[in-house]
């Protein structure tokens, strides 16, 4: 049973940079699509972008070249950077997994999620 | 980006009832879309994937139909397990989109 697990920093000061890691255990990280989302009551759910075996990415445009996202297999872990916070950014970050079909991908398991505070 | 509407936003229910709500594509995504259900404090979980398919382990009181930018999600018979809130997201073109969903509470 693949579990996945979000790690790194609650608290982010505005205009720096938040990273976060997530940690896969109990499967391959190879061919699937490693996904981030975060959840605010502003803006409700919102897929931030994905990174696939290979260094392969697809990130939302509306983070505006903020996110850059990479992928280490030897660890199984991947992880998130987004670059000038600010107080729109605060949310429960949630990595997952994207299951793939034809470039199609749904999201069969996420982690707990992680939240993350942008505040001087 | 591609508008996922749900209705109605809240919904209130008394066990054993059946119940449909609805999620509306501002374009058609074929049957690209999943269901999640999300009770308080915890992650989304997966319910249906494509639109009808149920995923594994998922009570079959759960079904989903629909196709091009209308859809729904049934409960034939409401648990109490069941009250929770529940988003759609398509999954046809990026960025994906999220439905801004909808909460399903006790009578």
């Known amino acids: 049973q693949v579990q996945l697990q979000e790690s790194g920093p609650g608290l982010v000061k505005p205009s720096e940079t938040l990273s976060l890691t997530c940690s896969v255990a109990?499967?391959?990280?190879?061919?699937?699509?490693w996904t981030w989302i975060r959840q605010s009551p502003v803006k409700g759910l919102e897929w931030v972008g994905y990174?696939?075996?290979?260094?392969?990415?697809n990130y939302n445009p509306s983070l505006e070249g903020r996110v850059t996202m990479s992928l280490d297999t030897s660890t199984k872990q991947f992880s998130l950077r987004l670059s000038s916070v600010t107080a729109a950014d605060s949310a429960v970050y949630y990595c997952?997994?994207?299951?793939?079909?034809?470039?199609?991908?749904?999201?069969?398991?996420w982690g707990k999620g992680t939240t993350v505070t942008v505040s001087s | 980006d591609i508008r996922m509407t749900q209705s109605p936003s809240t919904l209130s229910a008394s066990v054993g009832d059946r119940v449909t709500i609805t999620c509306r594509a501002s374009?058609?995504?074929?049957?690209?879309l999943a269901w999640y259900q999300q009770k308080p404090g915890k992650a989304p979980t997966l319910l249906i994937y494509?639109?009808?398919t149920l995923e594994s382990g998922v009570p079959s009181r759960f079904s989903g139909s629909g196709s091009g930018t209308d859809f729904t999600l049934t409960f034939t018979s409401l648990q109490p397990d069941d009250f929770a809130t529940y988003y759609c997201?398509?999954?046809?073109?990026?960025?994906?989109?999220f439905g801004r969903g909808t909460k399903l509470d006790i009578k």
């Open positions: 997952a997994r994207g299951f793939n079909f034809f470039d199609y991908n749904y999201l069969d398991v």
């Open positions: 109990g499967g391959s990280i190879s061919t699937y699509y």
């Open positions: 990174i696939f075996y290979g260094d392969n990415t």
């Open positions: 374009q058609s995504i074929s049957t690209w």
């Open positions: 494509k639109a009808s």
């Open positions: 997201q398509q999954y046809n073109s990026y960025p994906y989109t």
